[in-house]
């Protein structure tokens, strides 16, 4: 069972930056495949980024690509994500995820385990 809980989201402007942080507890987060996903209003959620559990491999979407990185610290059961140079259309509620398989994936459908989101309004 892995619990998770996010924060650092908030309201900044266009070109701004902000770091949001998802702590773990259980024991299976440091093999834990890590995502963040978000959901726009009237969207469906859509992915973000994944990391494996060494932190060795990460997935970006392109819409982010470039712009976001996804760590982690096993140590302090924690991943983040980096958001620099944030657009309007990066408004939504990201959510981190976690799964108990080894290999990482895009789809919501496969992660195990979600927090319950944290907001984040880029205005223009």
């Known amino acids: 069972q892995v619990q998770l809980v996010e924060s650092g989201g908030g309201l900044v402007q266009a070109g701004d930056s902000l770091r949001l942080a998802c702590v773990a507890s259980?024991?299976?987060?440091?093999?834990?495949?890590m995502g963040w996903f978000r959901q726009a209003p009237g969207k469906e959620r859509e992915f973000v980024a994944a990391i494996s559990w060494s932190g060795g491999t990460t997935y970006y979407a392109d819409s982010v690509k470039g712009r976001f990185t996804i760590s982690r610290d096993n140590a302090n059961n924690t991943v983040y994500l980096q958001m620099n140079s944030l657009k309007p259309e990066d408004t939504a509620v990201y959510y981190c995820a976690a799964r108990n398989q080894t290999w990482i994936s895009s789809r919501s459908y496969n992660y195990d385990y979600w927090g319950q989101g944290t907001q984040v309004t880029v205005s223009s």
């Open positions: 259980g024991r299976t987060f440091s093999t834990a495949v």
